[in-house]
């Protein structure tokens, strides 16, 4: 009660004489600048009204979460394989004690009484409800309600607020405040939407339901059914199943434990054709025909059969047709996510596997991520928050520039790839098709503010891909088979058969604007640096061989023939890479399972560790932003990591540690 009287005067003091007071003074927390596009204030909000109040408390130990990855996923760590639970994993990171009672404290002091307020299960999130009047005194600030000219629906907000100096180091963010909730801001977006849906004109087809930004596999061709060669003589000109398997030397898959999952992800409204499937496994793999993925559908994701084109079937058929053949007997579970209207973000996806990450650090940020029940109409069920399995291995063929994401977005999604490598699970993301540059074959200029801003293509500063660049994941370049090359000779011959790839695509590479070197990659990156210097400095990327180097590894991405509506074509890119390598990291699963073992987890540290499991790939570059990129070179390189998977070899070494 002391306390209260202490701490009304305090307030008060600060209000009236705009100086700090003695006992409790308040600093600005969050501050918006200026209004979000599209954004005007109407009105002042009814002081009765009540406001869902949320905390985002800041997190323990997530600066040691690597320590955490590494001691599971060192080849030469004591606990290597010793898997966090999920429950683990949320009580390491949970807030702290003091952090939960200093705020509570604070509410409590502040009138808002100890039964209104609740701890959220994640143990990160604090909640009550407010009147207006209530918040607008604890945060010292002024809400107002916002119209949006292309919506109906409101919006209530505040310019800025303020917390106690003692308290702020305790929060992240508090909601609602200044973020907008931009969903009802469409993404306006003209790059793209010229673009959509246009096979034929070869690089930059745009995905238009992407939310701004995505890499898919590009166009070839259309070939005929009877140009279909399975001929391990003609795989320079074409990729089938038989040759993956040549190239990477790993059987057909034998038997499918229970244990065992592989998780492939697609966004709606890019969907597979379930005949093209079947009209696939005729040709690849006939026990097949009439096989579907196990659907995982999340935020009313739905295999759509709308809109019927290469923009939206191209990935899924890729993705299903290859990475189901390549496995099978396992299955593949297929994580459909996004409804038709809005579609999703990957976080919408982590937020499904990970009922702690819907609120980890704040939550999504609507600006980016699909909110649900959609504001649009489309799925009216609530936003999937846990609930589904992570597979063992997850791959997923979209990505993003780095330079579009604020770093601190990155590093939260980041955060929950540590975590799910702490669980023992693989993540997979293509690295790009655009060599140095970003999606579309964008590059990067620095504003007179210091931000990075996206610029044609045709120079400036190299555009890494995210989630490429975060250090938590294993990022997937491409490469082909050289022209006119027999690859069964070339193997027989101990001649390297692939290249990196320079057909239609260039496998996304470089360093990272946001990520420092992870350990495991230090001297393999600094190793580059010293024996094959690149030609530009810092005025084209960060060469201070201090940011984090991708991709990690690389596979074939060229001239995979696939079945897509209804008909044969050639795609090409790192997102024929991702599914193709995450099917062999399953293959190695399924065997440590079926001895007994747990499953590989993250990758990384192992495979840097033991580059010779690796075939290196020495030849070809990653042009981009008016340069010829970067070349492939021994060891690793920033265009096909450390190279391509050698499965006896993999194998071998995987089934050798514990
Ligand atoms: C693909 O299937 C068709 C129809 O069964 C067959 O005529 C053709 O020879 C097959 N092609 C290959 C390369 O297996
Ligand atoms: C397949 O490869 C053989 C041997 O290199 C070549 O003679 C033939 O033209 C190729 N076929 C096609 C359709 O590319
Ligand atoms: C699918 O096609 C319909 C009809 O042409 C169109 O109205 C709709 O916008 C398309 N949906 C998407 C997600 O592009
Ligand atoms: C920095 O400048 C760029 C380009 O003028 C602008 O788009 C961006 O909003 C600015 N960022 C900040 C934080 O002021
Ligand atoms: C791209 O931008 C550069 C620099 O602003 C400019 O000189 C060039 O003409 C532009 N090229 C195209 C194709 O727009
Ligand atoms: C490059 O990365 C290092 C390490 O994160 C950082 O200190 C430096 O400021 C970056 N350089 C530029 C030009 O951004």
């Known amino acids: 009660m002391h306390f209260l009287s202490l701490y009304a005067i305090g307030a008060l003091v600060a209000s009236v004489i705009a100086s700090p007071a003695p006992v409790i003074s308040h600093v600005v927390h969050e501050k918006r600048n200026e209004l979000p596009y599209g954004w005007s204030r109407r009105s002042e909000l009814d002081r009765r009204a009540v406001l869902p109040m949320r905390i985002a408390l800041k997190q323990r130990n997530i600066d040691r979460g690597h320590e955490y990855l590494d001691e599971v996923s060192h080849p030469a760590s004591a606990k290597y394989g010793q898997y966090w639970t999920a429950k683990e994993v949320a009580e390491m990171f949970a807030s702290s004690d003091d952090t939960i009672n200093a705020v509570k404290e604070w509410l409590t002091s502040a009138g808002i009484a100890g039964e209104r307020i609740k701890l959220a299960k994640s143990l990160n999130w604090l909640q009550f409800d407010a009147s207006v009047e209530e918040a607008e005194s604890l945060l010292k600030t002024k809400y107002h309600v916002y119209d949006h000219a292309a919506s109906s629906q409101p919006h209530v907000a505040c310019n800025q607020y303020s917390l106690p100096k003692h308290i702020r180091e305790h929060v992240d963010f508090i909601t609602p405040t200044v973020h907008f ?34 890499s898919y596999p590009k166009w070839g061709h259309w070939i005929d059914r009877n140009e279909l060669i399975n001929d391990l003589r003609n795989c320079s000109n074409q990729i089938t199943p038989a040759c993956l398997r040549a190239l990477y030397q790993f059987p057909p898959g034998h038997s499918a434990n229970p244990k065992n999952s ?30 579907r993925p196990i659907l995982d559908s999340i935020d009313g994701g739905v295999i759509q059969q709308v809109n019927m084109s290469f923009a939206y079937n191209g990935e899924s058929d890729l993705d299903l047709e290859y990475a189901m053949t390549l496995v099978y007997p396992q299955k593949v579970t297929l994580y459909q996510v996004g409804d038709i209207v809005e579609g ?3 976080n919408n996806f982590l ?8 609120t980890y650090e704040g939550g999504d940020d609507p600006t980016q991520d699909g909110t649900y029940p959609d504001p649009k109409g489309g799925y009216q069920g609530p936003e999937n928050c846990g609930g589904y399995t992570a597979t063992k291995v997850i791959s997923t063929s979209y990505s993003y520039n780095e330079a579009d994401l604020t770093a601190f977005y990155e590093e939260r999604q980041c955060s929950e790839y540590m975590k799910l490598g702490m669980m023992g699970v693989s993540v997979l993301y293509s690295s790009g098709d655009y060599g140095v540059a970003g999606n579309l074959g964008q590059c990067l200029d620095r504003a007179p503010n210091g931000t990075l801003v996206l610029n044609n293509g045709t120079g400036g500063y190299f555009n890494p891909s995210f989630p490429g660049s975060c250090p938590y994941i294993t990022s997937v370049g491409a490469t082909q088979v050289k022209s006119n090359t027999d690859i069964t000779k070339a193997l027989a011959t101990g001649t390297q058969p692939e ?54 590894i690389s596979a074939n991405g060229a001239n995979y023939a696939i079945a897509i509506d209804g008909r044969w ?20 699963n399924e065997a440590r399972l079926n001895a007994g073992k747990g499953s590989i987890g993250f990758i990384n540290p192992v495979l840097y560790a033991n580059p010779d499991v690796l075939n290196d790939i ?4 990653n042009q981009g932003c008016g340069t010829p990129g970067f070349s492939a070179a021994p060891g690793w390189d920033p265009v096909t990591g450390l190279g391509t998977p050698n499965y006896p070899k993999m194998l071998k070494l995987f089934l050798s540690l514990p």
Request: glycine letters at 12%; charged letters at 20%; proline letters at 8%.
């Open 569 to 588: 074509a050639l795609v090409y890119g790192t997102p024929a890479s991702s599914p193709t390598t995450g099917s062999i990291l399953t293959l190695i």
């Open 351 to 358: 937020d499904a596997i990970d009922g702690t990450y819907c």
């Open 262 to 291: 592989y998780g492939i992800v697609e966004y709606t409204p890019q969907a597979y054709v379930p005949s093209d499937l079947d009209l696939f496994f005729a040709n690849f793999s006939q026990k097949q025909v009439g096989d």
């Open 344 to 346: 999703a973000s990957f």
């Open 618 to 621: 020495t030849e070809g570059g």
């Open 181 to 214: 909730d931009a969903k009802l801001k469409a993404r306006e977006d003209t790059r793209l939407s010229k673009r959509r849906d246009n096979p034929g004109t070869g690089r930059g087809i745009g995905k238009p339901w992407d939310r701004g930004h995505g």
């Open 499 to 552: 290249m990196a790839c320079e057909t239609i695509i260039y496998s996304g590479g470089g360093f990272s604007n946001v990520f420092p070197l992870p350990d495991y990659q230090a001297s393999a990156v600094k190793g580059w640096f010293a024996n094959y210097p690149p030609p530009y400095g810092s005025a084209r990327f960060n060469n201070s061989q201090q940011t984090r180097g991708f991709p990690d």
